[in-house]
């Protein structure tokens, strides 16, 4: 139930595959990925030594590691774990006025990750109802998104997409994605289904526009439309979004060749698309993969009707 930052220091990897399918090639130094979604990558390590496969949660409680080595018994060096991010106002894709910035400033990302934040600063907001528009006026440039400075001068990063990747090094983006052959349907979407990911954080209550599973409408599309999913995420926290049954085309930026997926991130704060076409029959589980947030409620049924006799 966590976000993982994986690297494997001194190793390049390229990434070919997406959720199990095939990307145009992309070298990488790290990549970070959600709950469901999978990366395949090639290495090709040139040397008689070994590596370290490494992967750090995004709260920095701990690390997994592996060895890649050409013979058994070596062993690389185990790299230090990098800071643990702490969310910015952007993260939180509230209206700017009547808020009390002060008591936001430097939130501690890391007892968020995985699900419930810990401690009182939070209590009793309804992020439910903090809508998923930006913040009028505010310059985000200005607000150290570079890092900022902890105790003893050491640099803390400041934003959810902040890993601490080192300068000159390259981390995977969503706009790398590129499908290795075109999308088969090229069809505007007929409609937009837009996807409010809600919740209140302090009390654990978590849903999709503003209503729990069972107490929800489930999506209704017909057959052999096209459609795109607009998710606007309205809470503090990534949500790995997942339909069951079809692949999702990310839109990323690409024309033709966008990425498909069957799980997309949605960052804190912010709204991300994609399109589909509707070409499975029947009822389809729609949740967050988080299974904890799909639990409590956020979820629904997304129902592809059969196309008539």
Not at 119 to 124: H, K, L, V, W
Not at 210 to 229: C, N, T
Not at 251 to 275: F, I, L, M
Request: proline share 8%; charged share 20%.
């Amino acid at each position: 139930m966590s976000f993982f930052d994986v690297r494997i220091p001194g190793l390049p990897m390229t990434v070919f595959s997406a959720d199990g399918q095939n990307v145009q090639p992309v070298r990488v130094d790290e990549f970070r990925f959600g709950v469901g979604e999978t990366y395949d990558v090639i290495v090709l390590p040139r040397d008689d030594k070994a590596f370290t496969i490494f992967a750090e949660p995004i709260d920095r409680s701990g690390y997994a590691r592996a060895t890649l080595a050409p013979r058994e018994g070596m062993e690389a060096a185990i790299p230090e774990q990098r800071p643990r991010t702490i969310l910015s106002m952007a993260d939180m894709g509230m209206a700017h006025g009547g808020m009390d910035h002060g008591s936001m400033t430097g939130m501690d990302h890391g007892s968020m990750a995985g699900g419930a934040m810990s401690g009182g600063a939070m209590a009793g907001m309804d992020h439910s109802k903090m809508g998923g528009a930006p913040m009028a006026g505010m310059d985000h440039g200005a607000m150290g998104h570079g890092g900022a400075a902890a105790e003893g001068g050491e640099r803390r990063p400041f934003g959810w997409a902040d890993a601490s990747t080192p300068p000159g090094a390259k981390a995977l983006d969503y706009a790398d994605l590129k499908a290795s052959t075109p999308n088969p349907d090229g069809r505007e979407p007929n409609h937009e289904i837009e996807v409010r990911l809600t919740g209140i954080m302090e009390r654990y209550m978590w849903n999709l526009n503003g209503r729990p599973f069972g107490k929800d409408e489930p999506i209704r599309v017909a057959y052999g439309d096209r459609v795109r999913l607009k998710f606007v995420n309205t809470t503090m926290m990534a949500h790995p979004m997942h339909l069951h049954g079809m692949f999702v085309e990310l839109e990323n930026g690409q024309t033709d060749r966008k990425p498909r997926k069957h799980v997309v991130v949605v960052p804190p704060g912010k709204t991300v698309s994609a399109v589909l076409t509707a070409n499975e029959p029947g009822d389809w589980p729609f949740h967050c993969h988080l299974l904890y947030h799909m639990e409590a409620g956020m979820m629904t049924r997304f129902i592809v009707e059969p196309k008539s006799a």
